[in-house]
């Protein structure tokens, strides 16, 4: 008799009055079992090396055993289980290889019954993704997470087991460089996010969401949450300042626009953002200073590779570019236009991408402004705004001195009345939408204020 059928014989007897708490999982019995097996190949065996592999190949006659017909499914489940923790438990000396290889015999053999072994598939998948990850093969643990079903498992989804998994398979595909894996197991567990209510696991979907964000170069998306991290997460200290870096670098390396000066601001008022090296950077673009080149060495030694990349055809990095447009919406605050070869020679770049430049910043909205091809000149509308709100007052004071031209205070009250207009519209809209998509909410809110 071979020891796959003396096994099979054991199993079918011993346990068959068992099968009912075995249902449950890992009975003790079993558990005593399979080490009274281990122990007495223990005592038996040879040298080191040779009581290795009849280790193995003991793991493996036992899972030939246990799925046959002969042993019932509870029994049979109950030990595969118990095999699987037994494998994974660092007391018991295995290899990683040995690991490896009963757990990748045990899935080839019961993963075309899923349904009858799904709870043994998946902590197979996990202990075999764990030792692959020990040996830093990053790729292949999370192609075993990534290959666990849990919408195909019996019964309702449990969030609590779930969403740890989509979490640790992105952060898998992030240590093997994989993005668009990394960001397809993101969305996955943000589906679930609005279920999850504990405090770690929603503070590890951020920091994988920053992470994953920052590398997709969404710098202000990845600024925003990890500021959000760092004003939740006050218990450690170290990894607080590690996060305001993250974030203040994010920042920088947004393109200019108005959300970016008024990210910037808010974490140049926290108290440990002045301890950091990027703070200098930092403050000369939150009070909207022109940045020069030279300035840019320190900032750059700091940032991560991706961060480092080269844009524009490999003309300068991304820290050159947000630098670039930084500056230009500087000078749109100072000057009312200017020629497209004097801001150039400002930037420290040619005319045509000076021009290309101001293009985009106007085209997606994150400057105001009108191009004259033709003159090559650039007229900032947000300069002419400020002049004109500035010229009102002064108009105002002096109203009792020499009255303005009349043509002047038309205009001006022109401009007045169309922005009162404007916002009166959007309120309007507003409550519209409002009363249309939330009718219970917006009566309740009415009636507290009438």
Not at 108 to 123: F, G, L, P, W
Not at 150 to 175: D, K, R
């Amino acid at each position: 008799m071979s020891q796959v059928d003396q096994l099979v014989s054991e199993l079918s007897t011993q346990f068959r009055g068992e099968a009912g708490s075995a249902a449950g999982g890992p009975d003790v019995s079993v558990r005593t079992y399979i080490e009274a097996k281990l122990s007495a190949l223990s005592s038996s065996s040879p040298p080191t090396e040779q009581k290795g592999a009849r280790q193995e190949q003991l793991l493996v006659d036992i899972i030939d055993a246990s799925i046959v017909d002969q042993v019932g499914l509870a029994t049979s489940t109950a030990v595969l289980q118990e095999l699987v923790c037994l494998v994974d438990r660092p007391e018991h000396g295995f290899s990683m290889r040995a690991q490896q290889e009963t757990l990748l015999h045990l899935l080839s053999k019961i993963q075309q019954r899923q349904m009858a072994y799904d709870s043994v598939i998946t902590e197979a998948r996990k202990a075999l993704a764990k030792s692959l990850a020990a040996e830093e093969k990053w790729e292949e643990a999370a192609r075993q997470l990534q290959s666990i079903r849990f919408e195909q498992s019996q019964g309702a989804l449990n969030i609590a087991f779930v969403f740890p998994v989509y979490i640790w398979t992105t952060q898998l595909f992030l240590q093997a460089e994989n993005l668009d894996q990394a960001v397809l197991s993101l969305n996955r567990a943000a589906a679930h996010i609005t279920q999850v209510s504990d405090v770690e696991q929603i503070m590890q979907y951020r920091f994988v969401q920053a992470r994953v964000l920052s590398l997709t170069h969404k710098y202000i998306e990845a600024a925003i949450i990890y500021h959000n991290i760092f004003q939740t997460n006050t218990k450690d200290a170290a990894g607080q300042l590690e996060v305001l870096r993250q974030a203040i670098n994010c920042a920088v390396l947004a393109a200019a626009s108005p959300q970016k000066m008024r990210v910037l601001s808010g974490l140049h008022r926290e108290k440990l953002a002045p301890t950091l090296p990027s703070f200098g950077l930092m403050e000369k673009m939150v009070l909207k200073r022109l940045i020069k080149p030279t300035e840019l060495e320190q900032f750059g030694q700091q940032l991560e590779r991706h961060q480092c990349e080269s844009v524009a055809g490999g003309k300068t990095t991304m820290l050159g570019s947000a630098v670039r447009e930084h500056n230009v919406f500087v000078l749109s605050s100072l000057y009312t236009s200017i020629r497209f070869e004097n801001l150039g020679r400002l930037l420290g770049i040619d005319t045509e991408e000076a021009e290309l430049m101001c293009a985009r910043m106007i085209a997606e909205g994150r400057m105001k402004g009108r191009i004259d091809q033709i003159a090559g000149v650039i007229t900032f509308e947000g300069a002419r705004e400020v002049k004109e709100v500035a010229a009102a007052i002064s108009m105002k004071r002096q109203a009792a001195v020499q009255p303005p031209p009349m043509y002047f205070r038309e205009t001006v009250h022109a401009r007045w009345d169309g922005r009162i207009i404007n916002l009166c519209q959007s309120i309007e809209d507003a409550v519209d939408m409002l009363i249309e998509r939330q009718p219970v909410y917006a009566r309740t809110l009415f009636r507290r204020v009438a």
